[in-house]
């Protein structure tokens, strides 16, 4: 639903622009601006200490991709209107907006946008893709004319800890404009993307119960344990995974008609963020990508899709979820350096926008081992390591503990303060911090014992919250499955309907509450905790209730 206030009429009297005038400004912009340093710089500090070994130059032909980022306008009032789309006692309760609404309210203007894809032209850059909510300007260019527009120079430093060399420029960019812009992306891999599945370390469980070989897991154990009774299937919902590298689909298949089940009916739609390929092959390795399909898919048989996006920059992926906003839960089981700036406006677009977003926590027992970005951020659903046990193969749940490599913690961010909504949670027993926000959120199965197909093959052994947050997913496709069939809106950020179920007295009813169990220095609690968070989910019960909190 539309929400039109004053304010929001007169954001969208300000982004309209007659073309002559908008093009006088532009050339106006990049002609007469002394050079400006974006927001946010991302220069590694090792380059900026002076303690990276110097390598090389890179040739000056090479060829780098760069995605712009732009400052949202009114963040305090968007701030403002999360609040309330979130309080179940406003009238804006669950009320979101369109992605046409959030970019007329908050997107930069037409007239920033432009100016700053024509500086990156006019200094020699290919636009290489413009995005609907004007959030994002994606650039390739020759380093030679990289250095040239942001007046830095690119250099190749050794690795202090990985056997390899990378790039990054000698000091934060600069520009010769008088538009702001927030932050400049891809101009140094001293972090790169990282999946957060585990294999071959053994597992902790001896006896496994599961349907696959030698007692392994496989999708419809996980489904059957979490959701043992009901109808819903995710009908009628999409479940969007972010991917920063292609997949193979015949390993999807293969797991479904193949091994561990029936063929599967669910559309998988690849979608292309930018120049990374949407097919794994050669040396490629699917398994992060394969999991994640497979295991959204067996939690929620009954999809419309599961859109795959695929990109070599989180940023890019991100924003294209935003604004493709066709499925309204979202899933990523990878890691990255954090850029919280930049990636923190569009997990507040799929707020506002009703898309709810959970990412795996992690799988070497702390945020510092296991890398602490996304989870650690406000604006997502963080999900942690069980060690489910079932009756039988294919049998009901029997029990739950904490996973042993389950990552949580407080933020190691101290920008990233804790929410009201978990600060009545915190307590001396589980260790949690009262000022720093807290991760995990909620938690699944995540040990060594589950099946899947990748790489041409089928195997088990493998773990990790990577399965965790598309199970997860699954089970919220299935609550926006029904939502919407009793003519309710979808569930969006549950993180405060999380918390508020976990503290009413029918928290036992709705969520498993893993007691048992240790992860590096944090212990499971009556409670929430932080190795399982609130717990995992209930099935049909806790369908139920996140639906009509």
């Known amino acids: 639903m539309a929400i039109a206030t004053a304010d929001t009429r007169r954001v969208r009297k300000s982004v309209r622009f007659g073309g002559m005038a908008l093009t006088a400004a532009l050339l106006a912009t990049v002609a007469q601006a002394a050079p400006v340093a974006a927001l946010v710089s991302q220069v590694p500090a090792i380059v900026l200490s002076h303690q990276a070994a110097f390598v090389a130059r890179p040739p000056s032909d090479t060829i780098m991709h760069l995605v712009i980022a732009l400052p949202l306008r009114n963040e305090d009032r968007l701030d403002a209107l999360l609040r309330d789309i979130y309080n179940p006692a406003s009238v804006n309760y669950r009320h979101y907006l369109s992605v046409a609404e959030f970019t007329e309210g908050f997107g930069p203007s037409v007239a ?7 500086y990156f032209t006019a200094h020699g850059l290919t636009i290489a893709a413009r995005t609907p909510n004007r959030y994002l300007i994606d650039v390739d260019g020759r380093v030679a004319d990289i250095e040239r ?33 927030q932050q400049v992306l891809g101009l140094d891999d001293y972090v790169r993307p990282y999946p957060k599945y585990v294999h071959g370390h053994g597992g902790s469980r001896t006896a496994r119960t599961g349907s696959g070989p030698g007692g392994g897991f496989i999708g419809s154990d996980m489904r059957t344990a979490y959701y043992p009774s009901g109808s819903l299937n995710g009908s009628g919902q999409s479940i969007g995974l972010m991917e920063l590298a292609g997949y193979n689909i015949a390993d999807v298949n293969t797991f479904f008609a193949d091994h561990y089940g029936a063929a599967n009916s669910v559309s998988v739609v690849g979608v292309k963020t930018d120049g990374q390929s949407l097919n794994c092959t050669g040396s490629c390795d699917d398994s992060e990508q394969a999991l994640d399909i497979e295991y959204a898919i067996s939690m929620a048989p009954g999809l419309s899709s599961v859109r795959v996006y695929v990109g070599s920059s989180p940023e890019d992926v991100l924003n294209k979820q935003a604004t493709d906003n066709m499925s309204k839960v979202l899933s990523t089981s990878w890691g990255w350096g954090e850029n919280k700036t930049t990636d923190e406006k569009i997990f507040k ?37 069980t060690d489910v046990s079932t009756a039988k193969a294919g049998g009901a749940w029997s029990g739950e503990t904490g996973w042993s490599s389950s990552a949580g913690g407080p933020s190691l961010d ?10 009545p949670f915190i307590t001396t027993a589980n260790g949690g911090s009262k000022t720093l926000r807290n991760v ?9 014992d589950m099946e899947i197909c990748a790489d041409g093959t089928c195997t088990g052994g493998y773990g990790g919250t990577s399965f965790a947050s598309p ?31 976990a503290g009413e007295t029918s928290y036992g009813s709705n969520f498993h509450d893993e007691t048992k169990g240790k992860s590096g220095k944090f ?9 399982t968070g609130v717990g995992s989910p209930q099935g049909q019960a806790f369908i139920n209730a996140l639906v009509g909190y």
């Open 112 to 118: 920033d946008y432009e100016a700053v894809a024509a």
């Open 149 to 181: 527009a942001l007046h830095v120079t690119m250099g190749l430093y050794r690795h202090p800890t990985e056997n390899r060399v990378f790039i990054s420029p000698d000091r934060a960019p600069t520009l010769d404009l008088s538009v702001p812009v």
């Open 349 to 385: 677009e799929f707020e506002a926008q009703g898309q709810t977003n959970l990412t795996a926590s992690g799988d070497d027992s702390s945020l510092k081992a296991s890398g602490p970005w996304p989870e650690e951020d406000t604006y997502i659903v963080a999900v942690g390591g």
């Open 414 to 423: 101290k920008t990233i303060l804790i929410e009201s909504y978990q600060k």
């Open 440 to 448: 995990p959120d909620i938690a699944a199965n995540a040990n060594e």
């Open 471 to 501: 199970m997860w997913a699954g089970i919220i496709a299935m609550a926006n499955q029904q939502a919407v069939s009793e003519g309710k809106p979808v569930v969006g950020f549950i993180n405060p309907a999380l918390y508020g179920l």
């Open 523 to 531: 212990k499971c609690t009556v409670s929430y905790d932080l190795v």
